[in-house]
Nanobody, 123 residues
Framework: VQLQASGGGLVQAGGSLRLSCAASGSNYKMAWFREVPGKEREFVAALRWSGGTTWYADSVKGRFTISGGNGKRTVYLQMNNLKPDDTAVYYC????????????????????WGRGTQVTVSS
């Protein structure tokens, strides 16, 4: 299974971007994390296909929306009202069979990581 992320770019504060991540195989859940140089990778949002449960970091609640499609193999991250603090490299991740990790909002809940996509928000 591979993950292919796209949709990053440069946007002004207050603007919007939509990230996409396509998995080439089945998975239990997918998520977005982000990383800034010199800081640890942090959780952004996750979607578990069973039941459609979602999780969000407090810093993005009300601004970002995670959704899915394409037979539970593509996840989107709609990012609205972007702030300069949202500037980071965004990574998508997937929890693959047979793992089904209990953890949903940390790196150890995921087995596969895609290449990052840069999001830059100018002030």
């Amino acid at each position: 299974v591979q993950l292919q992320a796209s949709g990053g770019g440069l946007v002004q504060a207050g603007g919007s971007l939509r990230l996409s991540c396509a998995a080439s195989g089945s998975n239990y859940k997918m998520a977005w994390f982000r990383e800034v140089p010199g800081k640890e990778r942090e959780f952004v949002a996750a979607l578990r296909w069973s039941g459609g449960t979602t999780w969000y970091a407090d810093s993005v609640k009300g601004r970002f929306t995670i959704s899915g499609g394409n037979g539970k193999r593509t996840v989107y991250l709609q990012m609205n009202n972007l702030k300069p603090d949202d500037t980071a490299v965004y990574y998508c991740a997937a929890d693959l069979p047979p793992s089904r990790h209990i953890i949903n909002t940390a790196e150890n809940g995921y087995d596969l990581w895609g290449r990052g996509t840069q999001v830059t928000v100018s002030s």
